[in-house]
């Protein structure tokens, strides 16, 4: 059974900081490129940043120099580290893995960002 697990959203001010993980089972973590995905209300799912099997990253040119996605492949997780967290990032993100015709979701965590 595949589980895609995140975790760390919430509330936080803008300028604030927060750190999602993507806890991974049931794949084979290391082969799989992985994102990050959010969506505000109203809007479509949009990626935000990935990071394939061999470590190289891509951004949304939104969050490009504020947010850095990571994995570690001996705990099946991916991170995405917020920083700067402007009012625009407020969205239910989601985590997503995809190996060739294999693509997995997450069930979503929500980050808020207001004052």
């Given at each position: 059974q595949v589980q895609l697990?995140?975790?760390?959203?919430?509330?936080?001010?803008p300028g604030g900081s927060l750190r999602l993980s993507c806890a991974?089972?049931?794949i084979i973590f290391g082969i799989y490129a992985m994102g990050?995905?959010?969506?505000?209300?109203?809007?479509?799912?949009e990626l935000v940043?990935?990071?394939?099997?061999g470590g190289s990253t891509d951004y949304a040119d939104s969050v490009k120099g504020r947010?850095?996605?990571s994995r570690d492949n001996a705990k099946n997780t991916v991170y995405l580290q917020m920083n700067n967290l402007k009012p625009e990032d407020t969205a239910v993100y989601y985590c997503n893995g995809e190996w060739r015709s294999l693509n997995y979701?997450?069930?979503?965590?929500?980050?808020?960002?207001?004052?």
């Open positions: 697990v995140e975790s760390g959203g919430g509330l936080v001010q991974c089972s049931g990050w995905y959010r969506q505000a209300p109203g809007k479509p799912r940043a990935r990071i394939t099997s947010f850095t996605i979701w997450g069930q979503g965590t929500q980050v808020t960002v207001s004052s």
